[in-house]
């Protein structure tokens, strides 16, 4: 799973990027606008991790992982004729995005609009993906009434139709400047559009980058809806933190009167935000967290696991975290109950921990 950072030039991507991945990418007061792409993988912090690495105390213990990838180059082209060819087809495959929006004024570093404006910042930066997406749609809209002249038989006529009918719908609201991922659209719609990349359908965390203040994020985003999040951070001081060992970090945080930093809850809602949940194994050899959409099955976490074990798939023994937690062992949990047998189908919740029986 991967989360692409976009955003202006200097808005903060890479002091972002560095703050969420512990890396040390260079920043810079200047765009070099360039075209590059760095990716890291990062834990996906998680209490009911720790709490369950605690009770095993296993020889390993393994977090949920996400990929942060620091997308330089955007602003080439600005408003002039979309996302070039190039870069669009590089930010397609993500699976969201995080959006930085600059929020701190500093003398040092330029502003291409040159002043701090994060509502119109973030609207210029939208419109770009919206004018990207109206290029896409209409172009597969072009080559729809080509294979219909063509004579496409009648059951292809029927699903370029139906094509044709939820494209026009995109079309409009992306002429109005709406972001595809507003839309109401039913699952099937959303998976025949799986396959054109279509940048504003995808999840959005947008990030206010702020200075010495943290402003409250209802001022520059009104228009919630479910695939859309934003959160304020100060950038640069989490990323000058994430350098630090964890005791200098901890010292330096009581001398300021820093609580609770913000990468923690970025990381967990871009998580969220792609649609993931985790389930758990347990054992003294390994305690782990795994990725899983939400909603997926049984068999689909055995699959997450090995595809031995969905394909061998026998029964899941399955137990909630809390009811663990709860009971304090899985011979306690077991004896109250609480470990239940399931098959392929069944739903796996977030927090579940699962035990796949299988034989191949
Ligand atoms: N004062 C202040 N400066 C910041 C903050 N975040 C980033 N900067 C500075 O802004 C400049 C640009 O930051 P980068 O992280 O390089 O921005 P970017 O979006 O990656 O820029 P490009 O990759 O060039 O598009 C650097 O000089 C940073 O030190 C912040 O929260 N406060
Ligand atoms: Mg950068």
């Given at each position: 799973m991967e989360l692409g950072i976009i955003g202006l030039p200097t808005s903060g991507k890479t002091t972002v990027f560095n703050a969420l991945t512990h890396s040390h990418r260079p920043t810079a007061a200047a765009s070099t606008g360039k075209i590059e792409l760095v990716s890291a993988v990062v834990d996906v912090p998680d209490e009911r991790v720790d709490r369950l690495s605690a009770l095993y105390s296993p020889r390993k213990t393994t977090y949920a992982k996400v990929t942060y990838t620091d997308i330089a180059g955007l602003d080439q082209d600005l408003g002039k004729t979309g996302l070039t060819g190039e870069l669009r087809n590089k930010i397609a495959p993500m699976d969201a995005f995080v959006h930085v929006v600059r929020a701190f004024e500093s003398d040092h570093v330029p502003h291409i609009f040159d002043s701090v404006d994060p509502r119109r910042d973030l609207e210029r930066m939208e419109s770009e993906f919206v004018l990207a997406d109206m290029?896409?749609?209409?172009?597969?809209?072009?080559?729809?009434?080509?294979?219909?002249?063509?004579?496409?038989?009648?059951?292809?006529?029927?699903?370029?139709?139906?094509?044709?009918?939820?494209?026009?719908?995109?079309?409009?609201?992306?002429g109005d400047g709406v972001p595809l991922r507003s839309l109401d659209l039913a699952p099937d719609q959303r998976a025949a559009l799986r396959g054109y990349g279509l940048l504003t359908l995808k999840p959005?965390?947008?990030?206010l980058n702020c200075g010495d203040e943290i402003i409250d994020t209802r001022d520059i985003v009104h228009a919630d809806h479910p695939l859309t999040e934003t959160l304020a951070l100060q950038g640069q001081l989490e990323m000058e933190l994430s350098q630090l060992s964890a005791e200098e970090a901890e010292l330096f945080m009581g001398e300021y009167g820093i609580t609770e930093l913000?990468?923690?809850?970025v990381i967990q809602a871009s998580y969220r935000l792609i649609g993931l949940q985790s389930f758990f194994t347990v054992g003294e050899d390994e305690v782990r967290a795994w990725n899983l959409r939400v909603g997926g099955t049984a068999v689909e976490a055995a699959g997450s696991i090995h595809t031995d074990l969905a394909r061998g798939f026998i029964r899941a023994e399955v137990v909630s975290y809390a009811d663990l937690m709860a009971g304090g062992s899985m011979a306690a949990a077991r004896k109250a109950g609480q470990v239940h047998l399931e098959g392929k189908d069944y739903i796996v919740l977030d927090g579940d921990i699962i035990h796949v029986r299988f034989s191949v």
């Open positions: 290029i896409s749609v209409e172009a597969r809209l072009d080559r729809i009434a080509e294979r219909m002249q063509k004579g496409a038989k009648a059951e292809e006529r029927q699903a370029l139709a139906e094509d044709r009918e939820l494209l026009g719908h995109l079309q409009s609201a992306l959005t965390l947008v990030l913000a990468l923690n809850r």
